[in-house]
């Protein structure tokens, strides 16, 4: 009964060589996120989708990408990893924009990152 | 500005309470949450609490919350090994429909 499937669970790649990390959702929510977290650090967002609506945070590095290609499924695409990309992909659904209590962000478990 | 901070590190003896402490800024907030990562998983939603709101209880956890002082506490009772892991406290921002704004988490260590 898994809500919000992240794979792989673990990626290997090295400097340069570009990475495809893959998340989906069985919530049939409107709402998909991407997150980057490093080792005791707060979750950073950096872009979401609202439908087929990408919205990226100002921050967010050229870098990175994402595909939606249905309600389902969404991809982060890193063009050129970094060493500094190193860090836990989390995928997060929410059924809308607005938050109301439980009605919220549901996060999958991650997909931890290594550049060699 | 947005932030939200907490302490980075609690040692708690088994049996004991751990209590986790946690400041925003943002007075808009709506709702306030507090969500528990476990070593290599992703954060799960433990329990929220609305703006208009005190206290809310759930079993073992209470939540505190001072609106006057943008302070923000989560207590677990009777604090078992089960409970090792990383708390985040979180706060959606109403200013910006689509964020969720997260402390950098404060790790529990459970001693026996």
């Known amino acids: 009964d898994a809500m919000v499937i992240q794979n792989p669970r673990y990626q290997v790649t090295q400097f340069g060589k570009p990475v495809t990390l893959s998340c989906s959702q069985t919530?049939?929510?409107?709402?998909m996120y991407w997150y980057q977290q490093k080792s005791s650090q707060a979750p950073k967002l950096l872009f979401h989708?609202?439908?087929?609506?990408?919205?990226n945070e100002a921050d967010t590095p050229d870098n990175f990408q994402s595909r939606r290609p249905n309600t389902s499924f969404c991809f982060l695409d890193i063009r050129s990893p970094g060493l500094g990309d190193a860090a836990m992909y989390l995928c997060?659904?929410?059924?809308?924009?607005?938050?109301?209590?439980?009605?919220?962000?549901?996060f999958g478990p991650g997909t931890r990152l290594t550049v060699l | 500005g947005e932030d939200v901070e907490q302490s980075l590190f609690l040692s708690v003896r088994e049996g004991d309470s751990s209590v986790i402490n946690c400041t925003y800024t943002d007075s808009s907030s709506t709702y306030l949450y507090w969500y528990k990562q476990e070593p290599g998983a992703g954060l799960q939603l433990l329990t929220y609490?609305?703006?208009?709101?005190d206290m809310k209880q759930d079993q073992r956890l209470t939540v505190l919350l001072n609106k006057k002082d943008k302070h923000l506490s989560l207590r677990i009772a009777d604090t078992q090994t089960g409970d090792s892991a990383i708390y985040f406290c979180?706060?959606?921002?109403?200013?910006?429909?689509?964020?969720?704004?997260f402390g950098s988490g404060t790790r529990l260590s459970i001693r026996p």
């Open positions: 997060a659904t929410s059924r809308d924009l607005s938050f109301s209590g439980a009605d919220t962000q549901y």
């Open positions: 609490i609305f703006s208009n709101m």
């Open positions: 919530l049939n929510h409107n709402v």
């Open positions: 989708y609202y439908d087929k609506d990408f919205n």
């Open positions: 979180a706060e959606s921002i109403t200013s910006s429909a689509s964020k969720i704004i």
